[in-house]
């Protein structure tokens, strides 16, 4: 099997490396962070098909965070991030569980009450680099259903073949797994 796959998406090719994550799985590792090029290109082509009305972005951190704000700025709106453990700056952290494809154990997602407290009664977007069997996003949809926002639409570059299989997300391009 040839180490490298080559993605094309939003008029540009990148090449992945293919990286092993179980015994019987291997993922093209998709890492926008660093690559201004394509988080533009694909936050321009994602904020064409999102609806007008969204008052505020929310993303899991980390690799998603230069796309959420390239998304943001256009949308002209702000954005709140999700962290992955509790801060000592945090007042009344909002938590839940979750289990990732790429990660080994599980982890949980935060959610600062002060962040929580503007997105009270709000309309919001959650936004990711790449969604694989939706855990994650699952998980921060169970996270933001405690704040009494509106989940109005769910947008990632790219959706792992395979994995979640739920028509509500907007993407980009599939992304190939490799069975071994």
């Known amino acids: 099997m040839e180490n490298i796959y080559e993605l094309h998406i939003s008029g540009l090719t990148r090449h992945l490396k293919k990286v092993k994550i179980s015994d019987d799985l291997v993922i093209a590792s998709f890492v926008m962070l660093g690559d201004t090029e394509l988080i533009e290109r694909t936050a321009e082509d994602l904020y064409r098909k999102l609806p007008n009305d969204i008052d505020y972005l929310v993303c899991p951190e980390a690799k998603g965070i230069p796309l959420t704000h390239a998304i943001a700025r256009r949308l002209g709106i702000n954005y709140v991030i999700v962290r992955k453990s509790v801060k000592g700056y945090m007042e009344n952290p909002v938590i ?41 996003l699952k998980a921060l949809e169970r996270l933001l259903s405690h704040v009494q926002c509106t989940v109005v639409a769910k947008v990632a570059v790219l959706l792992e073949e395979g994995g979640y299989d739920k028509e509500d997300l907007i993407y980009l391009g599939k992304l190939p797994v490799f069975k071994e």
């Open 96 to 136: 839940e569980k979750v289990q990732s494809i790429t990660t080994r154990e599980p982890q949980i997602i935060v959610l600062d009450g002060l962040d929580a407290e503007k997105l009270t009664n709000k309309r919001v977007c959650i936004v990711d680099d790449v969604v694989s069997t939706g855990g994650s």
